[in-house]
């Protein structure tokens, strides 16, 4: 079991690392990782030897760089460490009536929308479904006392390009850590074949698309993977997952100033969203060094957001958090990565 880090190993391979332990050990280390939220170290109802074992054998996945907290107090960011040099950045966000962890999937992204600051810094490889797993327990831990009770996988990377890994994490999410399907979202850019094995979870997950644009000419531009994946395809795709797992899906449209916030453009989006009765969620584009455009004026938001009402659509404008930090939707960048000879740039 060399290689395996402490929360990619299942529990049938947990059973095997402690082989000659009562079966009843290997429940309590599990509940120890994953119910209680505990470093082996701190499992005390288990042996000092047993603890310090599994300390060697399943070492974390993830290295604390840099941990920033926002002016507020409310989001915190942290920057990890792979154990190939490679980072990630995880941002826990506490709101009144709840607490968010919006985790990575991939070191980097390669699906190049420019307006992203991952995907302005390219791709470097998968995350695992340990390292994915990890961040939840380590932002729970920094938590405490108040619990995590929402993921987005909204962070680094496109979750559906990743899709074994975080199939397997969100089953690992809901079984043992014990955080609902209906409390947790991931997001992509239009992955098709991504979108349709998502529904044969048959899990309450949910789903957000970014859209940012509704017509093939602009969202070519603007998410180059439409040009793979077109609105068309797309639709048929987020019809049947919402057959299937009974879920609204989100339609997420980050407002680019002079781009995509007119009301053609509104006009444009409420005919797409509609007839999937998607709900559409308007984020006012936060700042990125390597994208010129600046998102639209408040004024020009609401009147976006009144023009889709109008026409019958659901919609709400997302709060930013973190923009301080460099922790709001667009802004993760994991700045210190190393140079990796497989990063794909954007063309």
């Not at 009562?22 to 470093?39: F, H, N, S």
């Not at 399907?181 to 239009?190: I, K, L, N, P």
Request: aromatic share 6%; proline share 5%.
């Amino acid at each position: 079991m060399s290689g395996q880090t402490r929360y990619d190993i299942s529990r049938e391979m947990f059973a095997e690392l402690l082989e000659g332990e009562p079966r009843y050990r290997v429940e309590q280390v599990w509940k120890g990782l994953y119910t209680d939220l505990r470093d082996p170290a701190d499992i005390t109802n288990i042996s000092k030897r047993l603890r310090s074992t599994i300390d060697e054998l399943l070492p974390p996945s993830l290295t604390l760089v840099r941990e920033s907290v926002s002016a507020d107090r409310g989001t915190t960011k942290f920057l990890w460490q792979l154990h190939d040099g490679h980072l990630v950045e995880t941002v826990l966000m506490h709101y009144r009536t709840r607490t968010t962890v919006c985790i990575s999937s991939q070191a980097g992204c390669a699906m190049g929308c420019g307006f992203c600051a991952t995907g302005q810094a390219g791709f470097d490889r998968q995350l695992t479904v340990g390292e994915i797993v990890e961040q939840v327990i380590r932002a729970a831990q920094r938590s405490a006392p108040r619990r995590v009770d929402n993921i987005v996988f909204m962070g680094m990377g496109e979750p559906l390009a990743n899709v074994d890994p975080v199939f397997g994490a969100l089953h690992r999410i809901h079984d043992d850590i014990g955080i609902g399907a209906r409390h947790m979202t991931v997001s992509t850019v239009g992955i098709v074949p991504g979108i349709r094995r998502f529904a044969e979870l048959r899990m309450q997950v949910g789903l957000a698309v970014s859209l940012h644009a509704a017509t093939d000419t602009k969202r070519n531009k603007l998410v180059p993977i439409n040009k793979t994946y077109p609105l068309d395809e797309l639709a048929r795709a987020c019809h049947d997952y919402t057959r299937a797992s009974n879920r609204r899906i989100s339609l997420e449209w980050a407002m680019i100033s002079g781009t995509n916030d007119t009301p053609k453009d509104a006009e444009e989006l409420a005919a797409y969203a509609i007839p999937l009765r998607a709900h559409v969620n308007l984020i006012p584009l936060n700042p990125t060094p390597g994208w010129p455009t600046v998102g639209s004026a408040p004024s020009i938001v609401d009147a976006f957001r009144s023009d889709l009402e109008s026409r019958g659509v659901n919609v709400t404008v997302r709060q930013n958090r973190g923009t301080d930090i460099d922790a709001a939707c667009g802004q993760l960048k994991a700045d210190q990565l190393i140079a990796s000879p497989n990063r794909r740039k954007r063309s």
